[in-house]
């Protein structure tokens, strides 16, 4: 599961590797993501460092992609070659901050030739969700970015409904919750319905055989059916670990947030830079509605529409399928 143990927390907050934790706080372009014994820390949706504990010792390997530097820049590939060592001082852990400005200008440059557009608004929609100057605002709180279920199924031995092939992972773009405004200061505003969230930017995104929105909204549907708990429990330690790292903003510093398996969990579908005119999106939408048909399904599905412009989500902003498709068959055309 997506934890870190308690002396690699204990780390982060105040040990040899709080330079790294107290860089990303301050630091609105990155992003530190949870995994299971180690970190990712993001830049524009790309893997600036991943810091990975080393057995049950005090050290922690660090890892770039080199695929993200120029062939030219041989300084960086030898200061990286000499610095993958595993980190166990503060003095190591400062050198890897001081080297962020120019990973960052490596990975700029990478990203003019190849993009990475989904990513990249994954990153900013947990920014201005999470930690944003508007956090507080918003009635939505994210724990995680490209989920990937631990479960292995075999489909000779898996209880898993409706799965098949010699194996399968579940993979996802966000994990996160709901916390609505309106609930805050009830005895039991802690406790928030879970939410998953698939990001799909352009309309290529929305038909691709691998991963379109069919095959996404299907993956989620089998997920909650058979493994919420591992949802609930996955977002609820990326919460609390979240929240001490001081990573997610919330008024009340003594509020603990709480994904609840008795809450009625969304699936969130956020469609990026679509064409509003595209068939391809009508005919996803058009096929979605085949497959909820009228019954209850168990979740709630929404999309997610703008707030005037930006990322910020409100449950206002979320609509429901029927009003989805009734928007996009009027080519977007928001009429008053």
Not at 3 to 19: H, T
Not at 119 to 129: D, K, M
Request: glycine share 4%; proline share 3%; hydrophobic share 40%.
């Amino acid at each position: 599961m997506r934890r870190l143990d308690v002396q690699f927390m204990e780390d982060l907050k105040s040990g040899f590797l709080n330079p790294i934790l107290t860089r990303v706080q301050n630091d609105h372009t990155l992003m530190l993501a949870i995994r299971e014994d180690y970190i990712n820390i993001y830049y524009r949706g790309g893997n600036l460092l991943q810091l990975t504990k080393a057995g049950g010792i005090r050290h922690y390997i660090p890892e770039f992609d080199e695929n993200y530097i120029r062939q030219e820049n041989a300084t960086l590939k030898t200061w990286l070659t000499a610095n993958v060592l595993p980190l166990a001082t503060v003095d190591a852990a400062k050198q890897w901050v001081d080297k962020f400005a120019e990973l960052k200008q490596e990975m700029d440059l990478s990203m003019a030739r190849t993009s990475k557009d989904e990513r990249e608004f994954q990153q900013l929609i947990f920014r201005e969700n999470n930690f944003s100057r508007l956090s507080n605002k918003t009635e939505y709180f994210f724990t995680d970015i490209e989920y990937a279920s631990p479960i292995n199924v075999d489909k000779n031995t898996s209880p898993l409904q409706g799965l098949s092939g010699k194996k399968n992972s579940f993979r996802f773009d966000m994990l996160g919750v709901e916390w609505l405004s309106e609930d805050r200061n009830h005895k039991s505003a802690r406790l928030c319905r879970p939410v998953i969230v698939e990001v799909k930017y352009g309309d290529n995104s929305l038909t691709e055989k691998k991963s379109g929105m069919t095959k996404h909204f299907k993956d989620m549907q089998k997920f909650l059916v058979n493994c919420r708990q591992e949802l609930v429990d996955t977002v609820n330690y990326q919460l609390s670990q979240l929240q001490a790292l001081k990573l997610i903003k919330i008024a009340n510093t003594n509020m603990q947030l709480q994904a609840s398996i008795e809450q009625r969990p969304i699936i969130l579908f956020v469609i990026a830079n679509a064409n509003p005119r595209s068939s391809a999106l009508r005919r996803e939408i058009a096929e979605l509605e085949s497959i909820l048909g009228n019954e209850d399904p168990g979740f709630d599905v929404r999309f997610f529409v703008s707030n005037f412009a930006g990322y910020a989500m409100h449950a206002s902003t979320l609509l429901d399928i029927a009003a989805f498709s009734g928007l996009i068959k009027n080519g977007y055309l928001l009429k008053g």
